[in-house]
């Protein structure tokens, strides 16, 4: 009695970012985890600064005449409604998604998604600081992989499914890119031998954010180097973290879509995903360090900035009305990226 | 019958109204007592803990209704009072075949309207009631509908008076809401309660989506094989957003928006992931004014251009049809006893509140005669508007009324002031008795079926008549009976 049902151009789109929204929430409760055990006595503010440049926000941070200390940078990213890429912005559009989508994810799916973000909506500020602020992004953190779980159990595997899949990995990759560019905004005070210490210290507090610390130490022989550990988050084929990864997965996703449901308009996409997987494992890690990483980095989130766009042109765009094209365009400014 | 020392019922009293547990019928199973007795096991505190555990419940599943103010939005839910309201086998026989005999009436009465307009060559209903009504349809004039079904989903709302004699109210023709309330109100129950239901022998209401597709199925096109049937809705902000989700749920079909329909080559297709499918039943939960802003209201954005046109060249099936609005009109709601007498050969077997058709001379006389008890409305205003209570009115407002029926009597019904039915209701004193009303929901496509029980609405404010989610009710779990006894009782 099985048969193929269509799936609404605009149900596509809503699954697509309510993953990519949640998924953002996960990441930027690991950014904000590791740049508190960056906080060096002395240069707090700067380590939390380092987040608002490698999320771009400086011009929405200065646009509330905030001077960046720690606490402001949390505040804007933890509590602050209005800020489209903070935390309760993000948990408030992944629910909007979700609501849209009532009819077709699953009620366990939708109900601890309802209760994750009226939780959330309650952080105070005494959430924000000592001790309390590393359990919070330990909530939140399991807010988003228990919605993961439930999802992976309960949800239907349809086309939906794999518009999911691929809203989740494209922000996976985009923010692992933003994780890795921290290092390069944070400075390290110190010479010689203390210098390599600190800089590994960093390196493994990045992994650890990523939580690929213990998978790393297995894969890396005794005498690994700063390039080691940026080989890894990038283009591991294991980590489940790492760009590569992510990028085979939209890869694996787009190409379903084409095979059991005939949906015609991936080519573009998988030309994208190409181009992406060419840039990563196609150069040498010395190679793109000597270049520089942050240009590097900016290079893939533009890509995948491209990619996510060529998925809305070829499957959600249709389903608005034409007179709200130009609308529309905007409209998909204000649900895309952190950057 | 067990007292425990907190019995809940120990201070009970229903009053002059019929109470829907505590009144004693005939073929109640013994249902009521046990019910009772189970209230009292439980005892006041525990069923305050698992009633405020329900609402949360409720509020964790997101079945609410929004209301907006100012600029706020506030998801609300509709208050659940933990104790079932109960109907026998013998009273839902009479609300279930006076209901059918209802909409039978209602869609033959659109059908004749929108054709022939017999009933008004006939003299039986003014001529300007119909074709005078804001809610009449030229487009549908000699328009067919397939089996003749114009009301595909009616909502009637009964109340109960002293004698404990069913009612109508109000017939709901357009887009009658609450039905998810009565399936969720159940599923509610049997988590939070179900030692209160235990071996109690009722009528299912899970049948609801599977009936409501099949109809929609039953009246799309014909020649169609495999109907696509989606739900139009206005969207999340809607304040029945929920209901629109669980029906699309229920049925397992797509809910759609305005944005998500195209017609085409005089089709309607909604837009998905591969490109354009054909769309063959919409079950809409929008007005006709918003369906088709090239017809009607062109500022309407929740509509879709051109769907009417298609509807009209057979393309599509709209449930309800468009102009059902004119059959549940107040003015026409007076003239049912008839129009039922009329098409069916039968009496009302669920009447009317007596009305009193002013622009009819007996019934002008009758109503000046005794303003004071009656009240008065006006046939064109929804909402309450423009009402007079005559044994609350001031002697000026009754005046006033007076000489406004006088000027033009047609504009004018008046009804009795009936004392609704009560059913005891968990409130911050303990259990009291409260006001309620029923609303059970028939499905038609080819045959009308009716879901056992309706939606009870009960206000929960101590006196008053208002059941309206809006203001201050809450609902109940409506429970229907079967001619078996319930389990474990002799």
Redesign the interface.
């Known amino acids: 009695m099985s048969r193929d049902t269509p799936l609404l151009a605009r149900y596509a789109e809503s699954l697509f970012w309510m993953a990519r929204y949640l998924e953002r929430v996960e990441n930027l409760a690991r950014l904000i985890d590791v740049t508190q055990t960056f906080e060096s006595p002395g240069h707090e503010a700067e380590s939390w600064f380092a987040l608002i440049r490698i999320n771009a926000d400086e011009a929405e941070f200065a646009k509330r005449g905030l001077v960046p200390t720690a606490e402001a940078v949390r505040r804007f990213y933890l509590i602050d409604p209005a800020n489209p890429t903070g935390v309760i912005a993000s948990l408030e559009a992944a629910r909007i998604n979700a609501r849209t989508l009532r009819p077709v994810i699953s009620t366990e799916m939708w109900v601890q998604l309802n209760v994750f973000h009226r939780e959330m909506l309650a952080t105070t500020e005494d959430d924000l600081s000592g001790d309390h602020l590393s359990r919070l992004c330990s909530r939140l953190k399991e807010g988003v992989q228990t919605h993961t779980g439930i999802t992976e159990g309960t949800f239907f595997r349809d086309q939906g499914w794999f518009f999911y899949q691929m809203g989740r990995a494209i922000e996976r990759a985009d923010q692992m890119t933003r994780l890795l560019d921290i290092r390069y905004h944070l400075l390290v005070r110190a010479a010689g031998e203390e210098r390599r210490i600190a800089e590994l210290t960093q390196w493994n507090g990045v992994l650890r954010a990523a939580a690929g610390y213990h998978a790393f130490r297995r894969v890396a022989s005794a005498g690994f180097k700063p390039a080691d550990v940026v080989q890894f988050l990038l283009t591991d084929r294991s980590f489940p973290r790492s760009v590569a990864l992510c990028v085979e997965q939209i890869e694996t996703q787009l190409s379903g879509l084409r095979r059991r449901y005939g949906l015609r308009g991936t080519v573009a996409a998988l030309e994208r995903v190409e181009e992406l997987r060419a840039g990563l494992v196609g150069r040498s890690i010395d190679k793109i360090l000597a270049d520089g990483l942050h240009h590097f980095l900016d290079g893939v989130q533009r890509d995948l900035i491209l990619l996510a766009a060529e998925i809305g042109t070829a499957f959600f765009r249709d389903w608005r009305p034409l007179a709200e094209t130009g609308a529309a365009t905007e409209a998909s400014q204000v649900q895309t990226q952190t950057a | 019958m067990q007292i425990t020392p907190d019995d809940p019922f120990r201070d009970y009293k229903s009053g002059p109204y019929f109470c829907e547990l505590t009144h004693e019928r005939a073929d109640d199973r013994g249902a009521p007592a046990i019910v009772k007795q189970r209230l009292a096991a439980i005892g006041m505190e525990t069923l305050r803990a698992r009633a405020a555990a329900a609402e949360t419940d409720l509020i964790?599943?997101?079945i609410t209704f929004t209301v907006y103010s100012d600029s706020t939005a506030i998801d609300r839910i509709l208050p659940f009072d933990c104790i079932p309201r109960i109907l026998t086998a013998a009273e839902w026989h009479q609300l279930e075949t006076g209901v059918k005999q209802r909409v039978a009436a209602l869609n033959a009465f659109l059908h004749d309207i929108y054709h022939d307009r017999k009933i008004v060559k006939d003299g039986v209903v003014p001529a300007d009631l119909v074709f005078g009504n804001a809610n009449y349809r030229p487009e549908m004039e000699n328009f067919p509908v397939r089996f003749g079904t114009y009301v595909h989903i009616c909502g009637t709302d009964i109340v109960r008076d002293a004698a404990g004699k069913f009612l109508v109210l109000e017939d709901n023709a357009r887009t009658p809401s609450g039905v998810s309330y009565v399936v969720e109100n159940r599923h509610l129950m049997s988590r939070a309660f179900p030692d209160l239901m235990a071996g109690m022998k009722l009528r299912p209401v899970d049948d609801y989506g599977r009936r409501l597709l099949e109809a929609m199925c039953e009246i799309a096109p014909e020649g169609v094989d495999d109907p696509q049937v989606v739900l139009l809705s206005p969207g999340?902000y809607n304040s029945a957003?929920f209901e629109h989700?669980f029906l699309?749920?229920e049925m397992g079909v797509?809910?759609?928006?305005g944005?998500?329909l195209m017609v085409e080559n005089d089709r309607v297709w909604?837009?998905?992931?591969?490109?354009r499918?054909p769309v063959h039943t919409i079950y809409r939960r929008i007005g006709d004014d918003f369906l088709d802003p090239t017809v009607f209201r062109p500022d309407s954005l929740l509509g879709v251009p051109g769907l009417i046109g298609a509807w009209r060249r057979g393309a599509v099936t709209l449930a309800n049809a468009v102009g059902t609005g004119v059959a549940d009109d107040k003015a026409i709601y007076a003239y049912m006893p008839r129009i039922i007498k009329y098409y069916l050969g039968e009496d009302a077997i669920l009447p009317n509140v007596e009305t009193h058709i002013c622009r009819e001379k007996e019934g002008l006389d009758f109503t000046l005669d005794r303003l004071e008890k009656l009240v008065i409305k006006p046939v064109g205003e929804s909402g309450g508007y423009g009402i007079t209570i005559g044994p609350r009115a001031s002697r000026a407002q009754l005046e006033t009324a007076r000489a406004a029926l006088i000027a033009d009597p047609s504009n004018w019904i008046s009804q009795p002031v009936i004392s609704l039915s009560v059913a005891p209701t968990l409130v911050e004193d303990g259990i009291r008795p409260r006001h309620l009303d029923l609303r059970p929901f028939a499905v038609t496509g080819r045959d009308t079926w009716v879901l056992p029980g309706g939606l009870s609405r009960v206000a929960l404010k101590e006196g008053s008549l208002i059941v309206n989610s809006s203001q201050g009710g809450g609902s109940k779990d409506t429970w229907v009976l079967t001619d078996e006894m319930v389990e474990g009782v002799a």
């Open positions: 964790n599943l997101g999340i957003y989700v699309s749920r797509p809910l759609v928006e944005a998500d909604m837009r998905t992931t591969g490109g499918r």
